[in-house]
């Protein structure tokens, strides 16, 4: 259900400062998203005053800094560092992203970094996707096909191999499904644009035998029909894919068909 | 432990999109277009008990505040419709790439302003 004020627990409280030590004149200020498991208390923002002259481009460079020099207490993930993983997924000046795409001198102002979008946090910038990832596994994003003993290829046109571009590309960092409002409100029953552009990247293959099956299954009132066309997906895309027009697909598919 | 752990903000940091800003606009127009139908019903039935009953709606429309009120209305709708059409073409499949749904938006918004005036020259026969 849509509710617009975070819970009590939830509630943003002011946190530490980090006053710059090492003198720099290019200093950039960096408020954080701060929870600690083990304390108990309410998420804080910290800030930090970062040295810009000695800091390479990309707002992860930023963050590994910061646990690096300032405070090695801050926790995030990241992993491949130019954008194919998708393990730094987070929110950073409003707008999801990659930390390691993303570059800091985009942002005007303050820096404000928080976990994405209305998940369970695990601790400061990690949140917990497993809910995510059940959907992802409800829509059996596997090939179905009845060729499983054949020894020869199974072969596909260039044509609908063409049709698989702009969805295989696809590295499920979850920046499009947190940055969907109706997903925010539906998360538990709505499957998101992530999991329904990747619904649809099986739906579409040439090669796939279950086609019926899938858009059966994933036609539902709450799974699909929740998305409203928001395009807040679209926007929030790192690799520049379109799950909104992924789902327009499906919909689409299933009033034609 | 799970329910002990804090939603992440959501809508609070999350900037607005024109898309965003639009869909939200529809929706809240959709369900003010609906109370104004329903109204001008009750106020289309209420002339069936003469003329009192008519004029004391056409007295409350003529004010300032009705004048308002009717300019409100015709900007609703004009937003609605227009922002319908915009969904008609992407239930056909055209317009998702972000360049040009930006412009299909500050064309409804733009749009719905220009049909609220238009709408208002029309009733007071001035076109």
Redesign the interface.
Known sequence: MVQ?N??K??K?QKGNYYKDKTGSKNIKKVNI?R?D?ST?K??RIDTYEVDMDNCPSKVLDILNKIKNEIDSSLAYRRSCSHGVCGSCAM?M???NGLACTKSHSEITGDI?I?????????KDLI??LSILYKQYESVEPWLKTSKVNDRKENIQSKEDRAKLDGLYECIMCACCST?C?SY?WNGDKYLGPAVLLQAYRWIIDSRDEDRKERLKKVADELKLYRC?????C??ACPKGL?P??AI??I??ML?TV | MKDNNPLSPHIQIYNWHISSLISISHRITGVLNIVIITLICFWTISLLFGNVSYELVLNFLKSFFGKFFIIGISWSFSFQILSEIRHWFWDMGYGFEIKTSNISGILVIFGSFILTVLIYFLGRNLL
């Open positions: 617009i975070l819970p627990n939830s943003i998203y929870w498991p108990g309410n998420p929110n000046d409003g707008k404000n928080y976990p994405l979008p209305h998940l369970k946090v695990l949140g917990d940055a409002p925010w409203h066309t928001i395009m807040n679209t926007n379109n909104a027009k327009a697909s919909k689409k009033a």
